[in-house]
């Protein structure tokens, strides 16, 4: 927190040739379309130096009012994996068993997704996100914190592609309700669990579903 504006100077940005900005943009892209979020897992060890870069580059994102709401619980531990594999498969069988609406099941359905979870084990890595609603100053105050969603959610997009640079795959796991993750992992009261990701390479036999994305005509308009 600061208590006054005050400016420094802006870092120096790499200055590239139009060329090399269309080639590095491209590279990038290509990069990034190989991404796929996956559900067969190996257990092959991951150095925790890299996940912790990724973390840090989560950090690096804009947010409301630069409070910066997010956190970041990084898990390795077997027991703690285990809980939350048991607590999430419950909320999952729940909800695909009576509490998810028909829609949502017939959009799920081209993804073969269920409420057994053992990726939740099997991967050396959990990293659950927590939204902070709000903050708390060293006197005890506590300060509102805006555009949370937005804040954490772009944060969450920064993490998932450094993971992908950094050579390992992810599955982003949306478990509802998820106050479970609050209790297990020890988290205050004015953190929300906002999205569980799950870190580390890919199985041998790793498939996915056979779906594409959306053209460029299609997510982009321009005027």
Not at 75 to 99: H, L, T
Not at 142 to 153: A, I
Request: aromatic letters at 8%; a positive charge.
């Amino acid at each position: 927190m600061i208590d006054k504006f005050r400016q420094i100077p802006l870092p120096p940005l790499p200055e590239y040739s139009s060329k090399e900005m269309q080639l590095r943009s491209q590279i990038f892209f290509e990069n990034l379309s190989t991404r796929r979020t996956i559900r067969d897992f190996s257990d092959k060890p991951v150095d925790r130096e890299v996940i912790e870069n990724c973390i840090k580059t989560a950090g690096t994102a804009p947010s409301g009012a630069n409070m910066q709401p997010w956190h970041f619980v990084l898990i390795s531990n077997p027991k703690i994996k285990k809980q939350i594999r048991v607590a999430a498969e419950k909320e999952e069988k729940e909800f695909y068993e009576k509490r998810a609406p028909k829609e949502w099941l017939e959009a799920l359905a081209p993804l073969g997704t269920d409420n057994n979870k053992p990726y939740l084990e099997t991967a050396p890595y959990l990293i659950a996100i927590f939204m902070q609603r709000y903050g708390k100053l060293p006197d005890g105050r506590e300060v509102k914190h805006y555009y949370g969603l937005e804040s954490v959610g772009i944060a969450t997009g920064l993490l998932i592609t450094a993971i992908h640079n950094a050579g390992l795959a992810s599955l982003t796991h949306t478990p509802s309700p998820m106050g479970f993750l609050n209790q297990i992992l020890k988290r205050p009261k004015n953190e929300r669990p906002f999205l569980l990701l799950v870190v580390g390479h890919p199985a041998k036999d790793a498939k996915v579903p056979d779906i594409k994305r959306k053209d460029i005509n299609e997510i982009m308009t321009e005027f």
